[in-house]
């Protein structure tokens, strides 16, 4: 059998539409347990319609008083200060905002727009460049060449004039010079040797290549080249009285999963791959640097700590900064 449940409420505060309190009589007629709860519903609604307000005692409206007399005034307290009064008939701020288009001042409200418009276009763009120029600033992983015949085939081919010139892959970036240091006459000539060694680190440093800060006492830069299918590796080859020592950079990252010998060069963290000949590898800011040597390990510590020792900078903006320098430099290539 269904009872009124809330129903019951209802009907004792005489809340239903005819109809339905027709109904909710009849069926309590016939339900002693909604009869039942009726009744208590009435009883408790006429006790309290019976309740009188509890009066407070004299001395407890007196200690009211009192106390409402040691309260200070309200003038001068921010914090028990009403609002400020405020003109019913001063335009609202929302009023002044539009009253240029309202009283036909569309000139200033499409300067506005106009500003608006400006201003927006001008920080997308700025998002799209520094979105671009991070792309840019990507580098590309450099694996070394871990081959036993790789020291020993660029060993050979250093300083031969006659291979090169066979070899499409070598691009010589100045004339081949003999580590002999004689001029035409046949006379020796010290001077001319040394503005030649200058004039390859000066290369170096203005195409953008890590250049070490001087050439070993008794060694001298015999060719310089750029090797590879998209002429993106330096070669440079050096003689002297330790042997032959070549060098090749590529821009990028090292990739290091594969290398596990490791010694310290003057503070550098340098991957050997052999020691003979010597056969090195590390990172040098954005430039990976390979070197090969027939000298003794104490001549190439020293021609290792000729090249300035800077780790590669992942951060954003040293990326952002690399994309800028990639940009500006490919469209100030002819």
Partial sequence: MTHLGTLVSALADDQLSPATRERALTHVAGCDQCAAELAVARAVRKRLSCARDVLPTTDLTSRLLALSSEIPAAQGDPLRQGPPARDP?????????????????????????????????????????????????????????????????????????????????????????????????????????????????AWMADHGWTSPSGILDGFDVTGVHLVGDDRDVLQVDLAGPEGTVVVREQVGRLDTTSLTRSEGFDGRAVYVLSDEPWHVVWQAGDTVIDVVAEARKEVLAAFVATFPAHDFDAGVPARISRGWTTMTGALGTP
Avoid: C
Wanted: cysteine-free; charged content about 20%.
């Fill in 89 to 201: 008939w001063a335009a609202s701020p929302e009023v002044g905002a539009l009253r240029g288009a309202l009283t036909g001042d569309f000139v200033a409200h499409a300067r506005r727009r106009r500003s608006r418009r400006t201003l927006v276009a001008a920080s997308s763009g700025l998002a799209v460049l520094a979105v671009a120029l991070f792309t840019l600033g990507d580098r590309p992983v450099v694996v070394p060449d871990r081959h036993v015949a790789a020291p020993l085939t660029l060993l050979a081919q250093a300083g031969d004039s006659a291979q090169d010139a066979a070899d499409p892959g070598l691009v010589p970036v100045r004339p081949v010079v003999g580590g002999s240091g004689t001029s035409a006459s046949g006379a020796a000539s010290t001077d001319s040797m040394d503005l030649t060694d200058s004039a390859a680190l």
